[in-house]
C-alpha cells in the first residue's frame, strides 16, 4: 500500500494551493482518507478527513470555510484545496487512510500513511 502526497510549495498569504494523494495497492474506495499536518516542535494535528464515498467531510475549526476535502475514486486519488492560508498553515501535510466506517479525527486511527508534502506560507 502507498499513499503519494503532492502539490506542497510555498505561497504567500491569501493563496490557495491544491494537495493530492495518490492510492496504490488498496482499493482505494473502501478507506476514508484524512488529511494531518505538522508544524516544527508541534504535534501532528489533524485537518480534515473525507467519506469512503466522498459524501461527507470533517474539518478542523482552524481551516473550516478555507480547505475543502474532495476524491475521485476512479483516479484513486483525494484532493485538499486550500485558500486564504495563512502563515500559521505552514507545516508537512500528511494524507492516511483508514478502513472505518465512521470519519476518523485521531491519528492513531489510521492504518496507512503517505510520506507528507511540505507547504509554506510566507507573511
Known amino acids: 500500500v502507498q499513499l503519494q502526497a503532492s502539490g506542497g510549495g510555498l505561497v504567500q498569504a491569501g493563496g490557495s494551493l491544491r494537495l493530492s494523494c495518490a492510492g496504490s495497492?488498496?482499493?482505494?474506495?473502501?478507506?476514508?482518507v484524512g488529511w494531518f499536518r505538522q508544524a516544527p516542535g508541534k504535534e501532528r494535528e489533524f485537518v480534515a478527513t473525507i467519506s469512503k464515498g466522498g459524501k461527507n467531510a470533517a474539518y478542523a475549526d482552524s481551516v473550516k470555510g478555507r480547505f475543502t476535502v474532495s476524491r475521485d475514486n476512479a483516479k484513486k486519488t483525494v484532493y485538499l484545496e486550500m485558500y486564504s492560508l495563512k502563515p500559521e498553515d505552514s507545516a508537512v501535510y500528511y494524507c492516511?487512510?483508514?478502513?472505518?466506517?465512521?470519519?476518523?479525527?485521531?491519528?492513531?486511527?489510521?492504518?496507512?500513511w503517505g510520506q507528507g508534502t511540505q507547504v509554506t506560507v510566507s507573511s
Open positions: 492516511a487512510a483508514d478502513r472505518s466506517q465512521y470519519l476518523r479525527l485521531g491519528a492513531e486511527t489510521y492504518d496507512y
Open positions: 495497492g488498496l482499493t482505494f474506495s473502501d478507506y476514508l
